[in-house]
Structures are given as structure tokens and as C-alpha cells.
């Protein structure tokens, strides 16, 4: 294990990327870094909602965080474990804003806990999901139901979705740790599948860990799909989980393709090392999804929200469909203001009931006048 790891050590240090390689790398990440950058500039100039819009900013950050550590990987191979580590680190990180983000487009924690107390006790008379909720009950899909019990939809639901989210974090971060750890002592092997490296068995670990938490998004979003309609939830979703969940198994189908001999494609000849290999695909789908992110992620609607908030509040409902605002305030706010308006307690402003008429006030307001003269005299 040792000598070889001795020779993998020294491959990788005579090891130079191919020019074609850095090139095409080099100029891809700069059409990503300048699509995100113009993105997230677009954003900043936009910060009307913080709550939605510095978790949607962290989420954005991920595209150009993949290209660079990337990039830095492909043309320095010695550093691509450390990448890869803050590049998973970042990612667990980027699930966790996503998440954020959902529940701040539907008003907060108490807000979306509220909606799922609510929509659980009317799914009677209106089902909230047309084959996966029965009078307050969200079922699993084959075949995950033969293994968990149907979930009840309200407070319960809402912090198993979010400790799904949070495990991942934790796991994946103490995993690139462990990773760190592994590879000083030379037993991590990256992408090798041998009993004796700590690769294989991390690999189970994370890929049950992200499956779990993806499936608690999804779970979340089918639930809250129809609230979240004003900001396209679906395509969110699958570009969010595209990077996320794709780019991971895309590794692992990499690592397992060389390990049984099958990779033996131009690139793979040319790259030699599976993780240059990885890197290269990924500086060509971040390019990618930053053009997507685009139109998935963008900042008008934000920009719109100064005119819904100058002028006449009964305008608010007009720009519902643009700006993430709740449905029952822009229905509270189209009600006429005489609905609204408090009604004074006449008792306690004035210090007499009701009953009393104007006749009380005038005639008998002398014994009021005798009382407090003496005192004033006083």
C-alpha cells in the first residue's frame, strides 16, 4: 500500500495537465465567473428582501466555488483532495441555503409551520397533494413506503425535512475531515474501491446521507409546491439538485469506470488521473449552470419590489404573482380600511359607559366639575 502510494505520489508530481485542457478549462471558468459575479451584483443591487435573497445569494456562490476548486484541481493535481474537501464543505453548505430559502419565500419557520398545521387540517375537504396526502398525511413512493410510516403533515413534518438538511451538513463535513486525516496516513485512495481505503466506505456513507436529504427537499417541495408557485419552485429544484446530486455520482461512476478498466475515452487518456478527469467535466457543466442560473435565479422580481411597496397598499395584490409577498397579507391589505380600523373602548378613554347620553354629560358634568375643583383648589 505504501510503495504504492509512494508511485502515485510521484505521478502526480511529474504529472503536467495538457495544454487543450487548461485551456478550455481556464476560459470556461472565466465565462462562469463573470455570469455569477454579473448575477450576484444583480442581486446586491436588488437587496429589497434579505431574509430570501442571502440564502438565494449562497446558492448562486456555489456554481463559481465548483468552477475555481475545479480548475485549481485539474492544473495542480497534488491539491485536488483539498478541493474536493472545500468543495464538498461548500456544498453541504449550499443545500442548507436552498433549503433557507424555501422556507423564507413562504414567510419564515413559524409562517411555513403555520401553512402546514393549516393545510393538514383542511386536506379533508381540498387534499393538499392529489395521491401523496390523505386528510393531513404525506405517503412515500415506492419503495420507500414499505420502510417509513406515513408523516403527518404540520410542525413535526417541517423539523424532519429540516434535520434531514442539517445531518447532511454535519456528515459531509466531518467526512472531509476524516478525509484529511486519511490521506496523511496515505488509506483515503481517493476513487479506489479496495477494502483496505477509507474511500469506499465514506462513499456509502454520504451517498445514504445526501439521498436522505434530497428526498426530504423533495418530500418539502411537493408539499409546498402550489405556495411556492410565484417562484417556480420545480425549476429551482431540479437545477439545484442537478449540481448538487448529479456532479457527486458522476464522481463515483468515474472512480468505478477506472477501477474496472472501462475509461478509456480520449480525455481519460489524455487527463490520466480520474480526478483531473472530474474536474475537466465539471468546469464544462458549471459554465453550463451559470447560464442557467440565470433564468432560474434571477434578481426582477426583487427590483420590482419598489413599486410594490410605493403608492396606494391596494396595489399590492396586483403584483402577487411578481413578488414573493404573503397571500394573506395582500388579501388583508385590498380590505376596506373601516374593516380594519380598531375600534375605540369608549369605556376606558372616557371613564363613563356607553349608556350615558349627551344630556348625562352636559347636566350632570357639574358633579364631575364639583369633584375635581376642591382638588384643584387643593
Known amino acids: 500500500m505504501r510503495i504504492a502510494s509512494y508511485h502515485n505520489l510521484v505521478s502526480l508530481f511529474a504529472y503536467a495537465t495538457p495544454i487543450w485542457a487548461s485551456l478550455i478549462a481556464g476560459v470556461l471558468v472565466v465565462v462562469t465567473l463573470s455570469l455569477s459575479m454579473y448575477l450576484l451584483f444583480d442581486h446586491l443591487s436588488a437587496y429589497k428582501n434579505p431574509e430570501e435573497q442571502k440564502f438565494l445569494i449562497g446558492v448562486i456562490l456555489m456554481v463559481p466555488c465548483y468552477a475555481v476548486e475545479s480548475f485549481v484541481s485539474l492544473t495542480n493535481p497534488t491539491v485536488s483532495i483539498d478541493c474536493e474537501i472545500l468543495r464538498d464543505c461548500y456544498e453541504s453548505f449550499a443545500m442548507y441555503c436552498f433549503g433557507r430559502y424555501l422556507v423564507a419565500c413562504l414567510g419564515g419557520e413559524e409562517r ?20 401523496n396526502s390523505e386528510r393531513g398525511i404525506v405517503t412515500h413512493p415506492f419503495p420507500m413506503n414499505y420502510i417509513l410510516k406515513p408523516w403527518e403533515l404540520g410542525r413535526w413534518f417541517y423539523q424532519l425535512v429540516k434535520i434531514g438538511i442539517v445531518q447532511y451538513m454535519i456528515i459531509k463535513s466531518l467526512t472531509a475531515l476524516l478525509a484529511v486525516v486519511l490521506e496523511a496516513f496515505n488509506v483515503y485512495c481517493e476513487g479506489e474501491f479496495k477494502w483496505g481505503c477509507g474511500y ?89 449552470a451559470s447560464i442557467v442560473h440565470l433564468y432560474v435565479f434571477p434578481a426582477k422580481p426583487y427590483e420590482q419590489m419598489g413599486e410594490c411597496f410605493s403608492g396606494d397598499i391596494s396595489v399590492l395584490g396586483d403584483y402577487s404573482a411578481d413578488c414573493p409577498l404573503d397571500p394573506d397579507e395582500i388579501r388583508d391589505s385590498e380590505r376596506p380600511t373601516k374593516l380594519r380600523l380598531p375600534q375605540p373602548d369608549v369605556d376606558i378613554k372616557s371613564g363613563m359607559t356607553i349608556r350615558e347620553s349627551v344630556r348625562d354629560v352636559f347636566v350632570g358634568g357639574s358633579g364631575y366639575v364639583s369633584f375635581f375643583y376642591p382638588m384643584m383648589s387643593y
Not at 218 to 223: E, M
Not at 226 to 243: G, N, R, V, Y
Open 112 to 131: 411555513t409551520i403555520e401553512f402546514m398545521e393549516r393545510e393538514g387540517r383542511a386536506s379533508h375537504k381540498a387534499p393538499l397533494l392529489e395521491h
Open 200 to 288: 469506499p466506505y465514506m462513499a456509502v456513507v454520504l451517498n445514504f446521507s445526501q439521498s436522505w436529504a434530497l428526498y426530504c427537499l423533495i418530500q418539502f417541495y411537493t408539499v409546498t409546491k402550489d405556495e411556492l408557485a410565484h417562484i417556480k419552485p420545480l425549476a429551482k429544484f431540479l437545477t439545484f439538485k442537478s449540481i448538487v446530486f448529479l456532479t457527486w455520482w458522476q464522481g463515483v461512476a468515474i472512480a468505478l469506470l477506472y477501477s474496472l478498466g472501462l475509461f478509456k475515452s480520449p480525455i481519460a487518456q489524455g487527463l490520466q488521473f480520474k480526478s483531473s478527469v472530474q474536474d475537466f467535466i465539471i468546469c464544462i457543466e458549471m459554465a453550463i
